[in-house]
Each structure stands twice: as structure tokens, then as C-alpha cells.
């Protein structure tokens, strides 16, 4: 049986990013030749998709394409924030934005099935996330995506990798590009008041009522007045407006200018924002706590078990 070498290990590794004990677990079935090695490899690392399906993937990026009036934005997750400056996975995530904007799939599965070859897989963008949980030995989602294709003008801003923004406007590209960026940094719910989800208004009234309860136990416990029910009403009702002021775009006080607020900014420069959309990596997915100590004692086990 040939040897299996460090450099051995080390090319192979260089060219699958699989781990290093595997790497050598592979060379020693094929007795040293590489092209076996690494096909061994895609075969078993293959399996790992499915082991690697269950866990959490809570990091991830952001990323858009826009041609013209036409445009994608799309959010694709991993479990560690390592993975996201790969460049596999940001690959991934570019052409899954492109495929998005050019086909319009009605959702995940059918944008999966879109022909795409990258990294020695394919034929589809499915084989392809497949092949790469393998290679890269972590799982990666499609978690949500959008196209655009209204016929409004597009501006796009991107805060990084995690935060993306799309904005549909027509008018002045500059000032589209400058709603992005507040949309952005202060995170809206909707456009106008008018456009808050009922259900965030009455949590928020829900808060209101409940703060105006507990004022008036106190005061009572106090041996102060209690105010009526008519301003009891009156103050909840002022929280709620003084809420979807905060939480709608056009009432928001313009970042770059806290003398007027978005609606008079796009106003003053001749420009409607018919809307936006904005994308937080992770937003909404309960991401686990790893014990990382924990981890790395179980691999140092495991390592010193198969040598």
C-alpha cells in the first residue's frame, strides 16, 4: 500500500476544502491515488447533505441583481459566519440572485431545479448547494428571495453582506439610492401609516394598554388619582400613532437630513418610492449557541480515535 503523505493530505484538501481526516481516510481507500480520492470523496461527502440538513443556518448573505427594471434580491444561509467569505458560497449566492432575476421560479424548490453547474457540480443550482454542503461540510439554504419586475425603476443598496435593500421608484436615482440606505439603517415596517400590518398596530396598542394599566395600579397603590378612561384612551391611542410615525418610511425622519422627513425629501426632488423590501440576514431564525471548547475536544477526540 502506498503512503500516504502530508502534502498528500494537504493537496487533497487543497482541492475538496473537505476535512482533513477525511482527506486522509480517502487516500488510504484509494491507496494514494488522488483522482480516486477525491471522487471517493464527492460520494461520501455527498451523504453529508442530509446529516448536514437539520442544523440551524442562521448566518448567511444578502446579495441582488439588477438589470434595468428587472431584478432579484435573495437571502442564502449557512451555519457559520466563516462560510460567508468563501467563495464557493458567495458564487452560489450571486448566480441563485441571477436565476432569480432572469427566470422569475415561483419558489425554492422551482428555483433548485434551474440549470446551473459550478465546482465540478451540476446540472442544477440544487446539485450544485448539494455538492457544496459536501465540500464545505456545512449546511446552506435558499431561505427567501424576490423579483422585480413591476416595471418601476430599481436602486439597490447592500450594508455588507447582511442587510439588502431594493428599492421600486421612479423619479430621481440618487435620492432612490439614499431611501435604500435609510431603509437600511432605520428599518421600516411599511411605506406609510396607513400601510403598518394590523397585527403590529394592535400588538403595539396591546403595549400601550398594558403600560397604562400598570401606571394606574401604581398610582392607586400610591394613594394618587387615577386618570379617567377617557384619557387613558386618548394615551394609548397617542402611543400607537406616535408608533407607526416611527415605524413608517415616508414619517421617518431622513438620515442624511434631520430637518425633514423622508416623504418631503423625495418631495423636494421630484421622486416616488412605490416600495421597498428589506432582507436581514437571519432575521427571525432562532440560531444556536454552539459550546465551541466542547466542539473542538470532541474533533481532537475523533482525530486521535481513526489515527
Known amino acids: 500500500m502506498a503512503a500516504i ?22 487516500l488510504t481507500e484509494a491507496e494514494g491515488d488522488m483522482a480516486k480520492a477525491e471522487e471517493l470523496l464527492r460520494v ?10 437539520a442544523r440551524i443556518t442562521a448566518e448567511g448573505v444578502v446579495t441582488s441583481c439588477i438589470e434595468g427594471t428587472v431584478g432579484s434580491m435573495i437571502e442564502v444561509n449557512c451555519e457559520t459566519d466563516f462560510v460567508t467569505k468563501n467563495d464557493s458560497f458567495l458564487a ?12 422569475g421560479p415561483a419558489d ?39 423579483r422585480f419586475a ?21 423619479g430621481n436615482e440618487a435620492a432612490a439610492k439614499d431611501v435604500a440606505m435609510h431603509v437600511a439603517a432605520m428599518k421600516p415596517v411599511a411605506l406609510s401609516s396607513g400601510d403598518v400590518p394590523a397585527e403590529l398596530v394592535e400588538r403595539e396598542r396591546s403595549v400601550a394598554a398594558a403600560k397604562a394599566a400598570e401606571d394606574a395600579a401604581v398610582a392607586t397603590a400610591a394613594g394618587k388619582p387615577v386618570q379617567s ?14 408608533y407607526l410615525k416611527e415605524v413608517s418610511l415616508f414619517n421617518q425622519t431622513f438620515v442624511k ?13 421630484d421622486t416616488t418610492v412605490k416600495g421597498f423590501t428589506l432582507y436581514v440576514v437571519g432575521e427571525g431564525i432562532e440560531k444556536k449557541v454552539d459550546d465551541f471548547a466542547g ?3 470532541a474533533q481532537i477526540a475523533a482525530a486521535k480515535q481513526a489515527s
Open 257 to 269: 437630513n434631520d430637518k425633514q422627513t423622508v416623504e418631503q425629501m423625495l418631495k423636494s426632488v
Open 92 to 103: 452560489l449566492a450571486n448566480a441563485a440572485a441571477q436565476l432569480v432575476a432572469q427566470f
Open 150 to 170: 413591476s416595471g418601476a425603476k430599481l436602486a439597490s443598496y447592500l450594508h455588507g453582506t447582511r442587510i439588502g435593500v431594493v428599492v421600486e421608484f421612479e
Open 229 to 242: 378612561a377617557e384619557i387613558v384612551a386618548k394615551r394609548i391611542d397617542g402611543g400607537v400613532q406616535k
Open 44 to 53: 461520501k461527502l455527498g451523504s453529508k447533505a442530509g446529516k448536514a440538513a
Open 295 to 297: 466542539e473542538v475536544a
Open 108 to 146: 425554492v424548490d422551482a428555483l433548485g431545479a434551474l440549470a446551473y453547474a459550478q465546482d465540478g457540480f451540476g446540472p442544477t443550482l440544487e446539485d450544485v448547494r448539494k455538492g457544496l454542503i459536501g465540500k464545505i461540510g456545512e449546511n446552506m439554504t435558499f431561505r427567501r428571495f424576490k
Open 5 to 26: 503523505t502530508a502534502s498528500m493530505v494537504a493537496e487533497l484538501r487543497g482541492k475538496t476544502d473537505a476535512p482533513m481526516m477525511e482527506c486522509k481516510r480517502a
